[in-house]
């Protein structure tokens, strides 16, 4: 979720606060780790141990519903709709099938990217959803990654006054 941007919205005297990730967000996640491991005592920096990027997963069910909006020819769906739907009866994830659509060539070039598409995100009712990615660079244990994915919590705010 965002800690660099908060929308207020108030209508009908009610509040409500909306927070996704961005660019900034994985600015202020990299000077959080940064300063942990300096007083931890480490010459290392965040950049050199974890690898920080924006999750776009929870944006991904928008952006196939969104997508046949676009001028595109029937081939073009037939593709779209073929890795969706696989005929060998397994299901892919939203994240396998943006996958392969980058993969075929489709994005970036017919559709846009899941950055592009969220950074233009316009809708009557919500804000888009994104939260923070650390994944580290070496060996970690399940447990150490739990705790590490837990930074996203301390920005999961969110809040409706009514």
Not at 35 to 49: P, T
Not at 108 to 129: A, C, H, L, Q
Request: hydrophobic share 35%.
């Amino acid at each position: 979720m965002k800690i660099q941007s908060i929308n207020d919205v108030i209508t009908n005297s009610s509040t409500e606060i909306y927070q996704e990730a961005t660019e900034y967000t994985i600015k202020a996640v990299k000077e959080i780790i940064n300063v942990i491991l300096k007083i931890g005592g480490s010459d290392k920096s965040c950049d050199d141990l974890f690898t920080v990027s924006i999750n776009y997963e929870n944006m991904l069910e928008d952006y196939f519903e969104s997508i046949y909006d676009y001028n595109i020819s029937e081939e073009q769906i037939k593709v779209i709709d073929e890795i969706r739907n696989r005929s060998d009866g397994h299901l892919i994830s939203d994240s396998e099938a943006y996958n392969e659509l980058v993969k075929a060539g489709l994005v970036g070039t017919v559709f846009p990217t899941i950055r592009e598409y969220v950074k233009n995100y316009d809708s009557d009712w919500r804000y888009p959803s994104t939260k923070v990615s650390i994944v580290p660079k070496g060996e970690a244990s399940p447990a150490d990654v739990a705790i590490l994915n837990k930074i996203n919590d301390l920005f999961n705010v969110e809040a409706c006054y009514n």
